[in-house]
Nanobody
């Protein structure tokens, strides 16, 4: 089982990026998914969550109205569209997956599978 995160990079404030998280060895259509981020010296914070049905989403207050999580089950991939990026969004972004029978509100340590992380750097 593998989650492969990609799409990070160096951008300027106000720019957009789309992160992807491609899964192999599991069907994301039966998993809750989430995006987390971790800046140097900081805890890993949840950015967005999406239920396995895609009917329920959650966004951290600091990304509401700027970031959008989506999934394409045919491609077995989850996305995080990030608009209006700010320097404070600079972090390593991780995708994670948990089985559909798990709670929607999992702590980071409770997610079963993790991607390797992709660096997002936003310059001012």
């Amino acid at each position: 089982v593998q989650l492969q995160a990609s799409g990070g990079g160096l951008v300027q404030a106000g720019d957009s990026l789309r992160l992807s998280c491609a899964a192999s060895g599991l069907s994301l259509s039966t998993y809750h998914v989430a995006w987390f981020r971790q800046a140097p010296g900081k805890d890993r914070d949840v950015v967005a969550r999406m239920s396995w049905t895609a009917q329920r989403t959650y966004y951290a207050e600091f990304v509401k109205d700027r970031f959008t999580v989506s999934r394409d089950n045919a491609k077995n991939t989850v996305y995080l569209q990030m608009n209006g990026l700010k320097p404070e969004d600079t972090a390593v972004y991780y995708c994670a997956a948990a089985p559909s029978y798990a709670s929607f509100w999992l702590s980071p340590g409770e997610y079963r599978y993790w991607g390797q992380g992709t660096q997002v750097t936003v310059s001012s």
